[in-house]
Antibody, heavy 120, light 107 residues
Framework: QLQLQESGPGLVKPSETLSLTCTVS??????????WGWIRQPPGEGLEWIGI???????YYNPSFQSRVTISVDTSKNQFSLKLTSVTASDTAIYYC????????????WGQGTLVTVSS | AIQMTQSPSSLSASVGDRVTITCRAS??????LGWYQQKPGKAPKLLIY???SLQSGVPSRFSGSGSGTDFTLTISSLQPEDFATYYC?????????FGQGTKVEIK
């Protein structure tokens, strides 16, 4: 059974960089059949698509994050990561990692999510 | 970016009711739409993909329809475990965009 698990600091100071890792177990991140993505949800609000990555490193990002976001993949560790720079309080959210079939845009497996709070 | 508008934003219904949630895209998206259910404190769960295909393991009381700009999620007979928030997500173009959500509450 595929599982995804987010990890990283739960508290980040304003202007610093948010860094999260998603560890995939029960399947290979190097499969050519899937993208791997990040989605976030501010407390009490809706969902926001951040971006996706293929195991080759090919990425698609949400332009609303301008150049603040980077998603990378480490196939040797079966992990992919999210970095968001220059964070503000509005980046406080639950961050989810998820799997997306290459041939379709839906997210079929999700991590449990991790709350990241931006505060000094 | 394509805007996805869900309606209603919330609704109250009783167990056994037929419930319909709609999602409208700001431009045509073929059938590139999925529906998700989210319960408090949990990750979203995929219900429907490609507008009308039922995800494995999802009860058959859930169904989806539509293409182009107008889409519908229907719950044929609402069950106690269906009280949740529902989101649509378009995958026609990047960035993928979610609807704002529809909260289904107990009447």
């Amino acid at each position: 059974q595929l599982q995804l698990q987010e990890s990283g600091p739960g508290l980040v100071k304003p202007s610093e960089t948010l860094s999260l890792t998603c560890t995939v177990s029960g399947g290979s991140i190097s499969s050519s059949s899937y993208y791997w993505g990040w989605i976030r949800q501010p407390p009490g609000e809706g969902l926001e698509w951040i971006g996706i990555i293929f195991y080759t490193g090919s990425t698609y990002y949400n332009p609303s994050f301008q150049s603040r976001v980077t998603i990378s993949v480490d196939t040797s560790k079966n992990q992919f990561s999210l970095k968001l720079t220059s964070v503000t309080a509005s980046d406080t959210a639950i961050y989810y990692c998820a799997r997306r079939p290459y041939s379709g845009g839906w997210f079929d497996y999700w991590g449990q999510g991790t709350l990241v709070t931006v505060s000094s | 970016a394509i805007q996805m508008t869900q309606s209603p934003s919330s609704l109250s219904a009783s167990v056994g009711d037929r419930v319909t949630i709609t999602c409208r895209a700001s431009q045509g998206i073929r059938n590139d739409l999925g529906w998700y259910q989210q319960k408090p404190g949990k990750a979203p769960k995929l219900l429907i993909y490609a507008a009308s295909s039922l995800q494995s393991g999802v009860p058959s009381r859930f169904s989806g329809s539509g293409s182009g700009t107008d889409f519908t999620l229907t719950i044929s007979s609402l069950q106690p475990e269906d009280f949740a928030t529902y989101y649509c997500l378009q995958d026609y173009s990047y960035p993928q965009t979610f609807g704002q959500g529809t909260k289904v509450e107990i009447k």
